[in-house]
């Protein structure tokens, strides 16, 4: 064991809890809390996820306060087999050493140079030029890409580290108005996309502070199309703890959107009131939305689809169905639907096929089918390893908790905790 965990402690207090209030949130005894913090114990497997939640960072965050590492690490050496070192909050260069690491992230994941030099480029251009934001606007979309088949982990830390060259370039270049007018669009296209790609990752602090940077964005910019994409985000970002919030929050984005929205972004929509109106046991609701969600998609596609909607199909359908079917308690429909969702590999949108798999195996252990639930998890377990999202690693954690209570009497539960416990999927 460790000794006093002083970087764990001093987060505890920045997310505003005592060691009785975090025990509270985490449904533990305070003296847990306090072992913690002594280095005397070790959070398990099935509630990190939710103290680095409670406490507004990642599980690999997290893991660096518990092993004493500092808070404010830029890039995980962990997701990026690089140095870490400290950021800078403040948009100062990048270091050599990040700067390496960020472009080989960058490399590995398919962009390549020129869109990524300008992310590690040492100055700030003198003036800046159309170019310069063709570039960036190139690299925003090979991430959102990248973070379909990747997860979110992936891809955020790199995504800061962008909007901290982007900010330079706001401060530091001149300019025409013309450019000036692209440069802030970027940035209100780059804060929502870390919004949803923190979100992903399970770091909601940094989700909230960015999806609130860009609404501000785009209600300075009357921007109508940004403030409705950070709406579906912060949807989404409240809905377990606030459905009705969750689903007041979507409903104003179907308002502002009503005069332009394309089918794909109101069956989005209306499938992010589907779940939340789960959530909150509304059945009648959540009938409503779901057949509102089915017959917009029933419209087809658009040219004017914006990017983030482009998952929203059938296999999207099932899998909010499913997970609404869940949060009512009818584990036997949520499977079918579930079962539709993962029925065939979909190689672009990967994280949300995986992501099907796991609620599937939870599905099955609602309904009894521990045998079944265990076979799926297990055949599940190496593809959320290699997927760097945060909320697949959340929810798998928890349905380790839920198997191991019946490891000793399900063979296949048994197998995949010991092969999740050896994985170490949530550290």
Known sequence: MTGRRDSFIRRRRAAGFSQEGLAERLQVDRTTVARWERGKAEPQPYTRARLAEALGTSVDQLDALLAGEPENRSLDIDDWGGTVTSGDDNGGDLTDRRAFTINAALAGLGIASPLRDWVTAPDVPQ????????QVSATIASLERADAAAGGGSLCDVAIAMHRRLTRWDR??????????????NLGDLEAWIGWLALDAERRAESRRYLQEAIVRARLRDDPHLEVQVLAIMAMLVRDARPVESVQIAEAALRISAPWATPRLTSLLHLRTTHASALM????????????????????????????????????????????HLALGRPDRAISCLQARVAHRDPVYRRNQILGKVSLAIALHQQGDSTAAGTVALDALPEIADLKSGRGRKRLAGLRADLGQVADQVPAARDFVEAYDVAKVAA
């Open 127 to 134: 003036h800046l030029s159309m170019e310069h934001l063709q």
């Open 172 to 185: 530091e270049a001149t300019y025409p108005r013309q450019v000036g007018d692209a440069l802030q669009s």
């Open 281 to 324: 046991g509304d059945a009648v609701e959540f009938n409503r939305a779901l057949a509102r969600a089915k017959t917009a998609l029933d419209r087809g596609p658009s040219d004017d689809d914006p990017p983030y909607t482009w998952h929203v199909g059938e296999r999207e359908v099932n899998g909010a169905e499913g997970l609404s």
